[in-house]
T-cell receptor, first 111, second 115 residues
Framework: AQSVTQPDIHITVSEGASLELRCNYS??????LFWYVQSPGQGLQLLLK??????LVQGIKGFEAEFKRSQSSFNLRKPSVHWSDAAEYFC?????????FGAGTTVTVRA | NAGVMQNPRHLVRRRGQEARLRCSPM?????VYWYRQLPEEGLKFMVY????????ESGMPKERFSAEFPKEGPSILRIQQVVRGDSAAYFC?????????????FGPGTRLLVL
């Protein structure tokens, strides 16, 4: 079955420290991959996407993600987090039109 | 270019009432998707529509739920005779087309609370 896994439910990071959120997918063929961010009570904002080509993709708000086919992973990174990055982050995949989401990782930023 | 619009943002209904959730896709987008976010269950696909057509409703409960995307006007997700278990956040997304461009852009959601 097609699935997306985010192993970390909750991550706490200090402001200014680096952040990495893990995502693994299980699909027959490489799907299209996305990261979305959701602030409390808000909708989902697209951070970045990977379709093909360069395996390191840049997104908004200083985020980047690296696609690794051999590991079926699409991890999200940010070199230096800001307090405003506290939110829930969702990895998602699609190969036709149905987005499958991971369970989400909640990021807490401490001062 | 306005994003995906959803209204109402919050909706309170008593058990047995009807809930109507509206979604206006981004300008130029003709593909609409509805997802439900239940506590402890995450985001799940419900239905995929194009103008005047339901393409895939495999994620919709078989009873009480229906969706439409008319030629004119917003897409509507309708829940009849709501029950407490319908309390959730309902998100609409739209895309330009499928195929090469699969990016779905989400609206702010409608938070439904059933009393």
């Amino acid at each position: 079955a097609q699935s997306v896994t985010q192993p970390d439910i909750h991550i706490t990071v200090s402001e200014g420290a680096s952040l990495e959120l893990r995502c693994n997918y299980s699909y027959g063929a490489t799907p299209y991959l996305f990261w979305y961010v959701q602030s409390p009570g808000q909708g989902l904002q697209l951070l970045l996407k990977y379709f093909s080509g360069d395996t390191l993709v840049q997104g908004i708000k200083g985020f980047e993600a690296e696609f690794k086919r051999s590991q079926s992973s699409f991890n999200l990174r940010k070199p230096s987090v800001h307090w405003s990055d506290a939110a829930e982050y969702f990895c998602a995949a699609v190969n036709d039109y149905k987005l499958s989401f991971g369970a989400g990782t909640t990021v807490t930023v401490r001062a | 270019n306005a994003g995906v619009m959803q209204n109402p943002r919050h909706l309170v209904r008593r058990r047995g009432q009807e809930a109507r959730l509206r979604c206006s896709p981004m300008k130029g987008h003709s593909h609409v998707y509805w997802y439900r976010q239940l506590p402890e269950e995450g985001l799940k696909f419900m239905v995929y529509l194009q103008k005047e057509n339901i393409i895939d409703e495999s994620g919709m409960p078989k009873e009480r739920f229906s969706a439409e995307f008319p030629k004119e006007g917003p897409s509507i997700l309708r829940i009849q005779q709501v029950v407490r278990g319908d309390s959730a956040a309902y998100f609409c997304a739209s895309s330009l087309r499928t195929g090469a461009e699969k990016t779905q852009y989400f609206g702010p959601g409608t938070r439904l609370l059933v009393l």
